[in-house]
């Protein structure tokens, strides 16, 4: 069975936030993001993709299109395809949020 | 922003297992299956679709392909599109799951 422990997973670095990924199959990959406090994905766009963030621990600032919201653990997001998004962590603890993307625009 | 509260979403039925979704795209869905103890999720197989379990809350049982294994919070399982699975709640607290599906089948 192909299972993965979140807390055995996550892993942080000084020089930037880190993507590890637990899942991915031609339709979709499920990756865990961790921030270290002041680090961020930059806003960027996916043309054909849907991404959906969960944040597992921490709080962070989503900015998605025009607007931003910063929300904490048990929160979802949805970055609908074509739309503009990213994710910085303000705070002074580190965040971790559970991503899943379909399609997967690696196949 | 497309934004969801798990513990406002969460919502169980002495009936049968809830299904909440979270979101829905013509490329994924995303849902909030929550079981009350001794609930569950029959085994059945999607012929297209990978779908992606994380435990929120509590212990389920998975059962993918021939395997079959107890998990708690924090645990991911990904049941890969033509394998049998389900999920049953054989615990006496209730259990709550994030689930994520690619491509969507309803589109």
Do not use: W
């Amino acid at each position: 069975m192909d299972i993965v422990s979140v807390v055995a997973s996550r892993r942080f670095s000084a020089e930037k936030m880190q993507k590890v990924n637990l899942f991915d199959t031609p339709r979709m990959f499920c990756d865990l993001y961790c921030f270290a406090p002041g680090q961020e994905q930059k806003v960027h766009t996916h043309p054909k993709e849907d991404k959906v963030y969960f944040v597992l621990e921490g709080h962070v600032t989503f900015r998605i299109g025009d607007e931003e919201r910063t929300v904490g653990a048990g929160h979802a997001v949805l970055a609908p395809m074509g739309v503009p998004h990213g994710v910085r962590n303000d705070s002074d603890v580190p965040a971790v949020l559970l991503v899943f993307m379909a399609p997967n625009p690696n196949y």
